[in-house]
C-alpha cells in the first residue's frame, strides 16, 4: 500500500472521527504488496459493513460527500440527529470496495455516537415519506 493513499486517508478520517488512524485498521499483506482492511465488528453494523457503494446508496440515497483516493472511498451521509463516514476499501487486490469501518457522531458538538443507532437514524431519513 501506498504510504500516500494511507496519509490521504488519515486526512479523511480527521473531520471529528472516532477511533484510530486510518493506517490502524489495516493488516500487513503478503508478498503482493496489497495490504488488507480490517472489518469493523460491532451490534447494528448489518446492512452497511460488507456493502458495496451501490448497496449503500440504495439504503440511504445519494452521499452527502463522496471522495475517492486511489482504492480507497469514503461516503457521508447524515439524518437530523447525526453524521454517518462509511469507508470502503478493496478485500483483494483488484477488488471492488466494500464497507469496512464506520464512524458515527453528533450533528451538534460533533461527539461520539453509536454507530447502530445512527444507521437507524439516516435509514430512517432516507425512507420515503
Same mark, same amino acid.
Do not use: W
Given at each position: ?25 489495516? /493488516? ?6 496489497? /495490504?488488507?482492511?480490517?472489518?469493523? !465488528? ?33 461516503? !457521508? ?7 454517518? %463516514? ?15 469501518? /464506520?464512524?458515527?457522531?453528533?450533528? !451538534?458538538?460533533?461527539?461520539?455516537? %453509536?454507530?447502530? !443507532?445512527?444507521?437507524?437514524? /439516516? ?7
Amino acid at each position: 500500500m501506498h504510504k500516500s493513499l494511507i496519509v490521504g486517508l488519515s486526512a479523511l478520517a480527521l473531520g471529528g472521527c472516532v477511533g484510530g488512524s486510518a493506517s490502524d485498521r489495516y /493488516v500487513s499483506g503478503e508478498r503482493s504488496g496489497f /495490504v488488507s482492511p480490517r472489518i469493523q !465488528q460491532g451490534d447494528g453494523l448489518g446492512g452497511v459493513i460488507g456493502a458495496s457503494a451501490r448497496d449503500l446508496s440504495n439504503q440511504f440515497g445519494d452521499a452527502r460527500i463522496d471522495l475517492v483516493e486511489g482504492d480507497a472511498r469514503k461516503l !457521508q451521509y447524515a439524518a437530523p440527529s447525526c453524521i454517518l %463516514d462509511v469507508y470502503l476499501y478493496p478485500l483483494e487486490a483488484g477488488g471492488a470496495p466494500v464497507a469496512t469501518h /464506520v464512524e458515527a457522531r453528533a450533528r !451538534q458538538g460533533g461527539g461520539a455516537v %453509536d454507530a447502530g !443507532q445512527c444507521i437507524t437514524a /439516516v435509514s430512517r431519513a432516507a425512507a420515503p415519506r
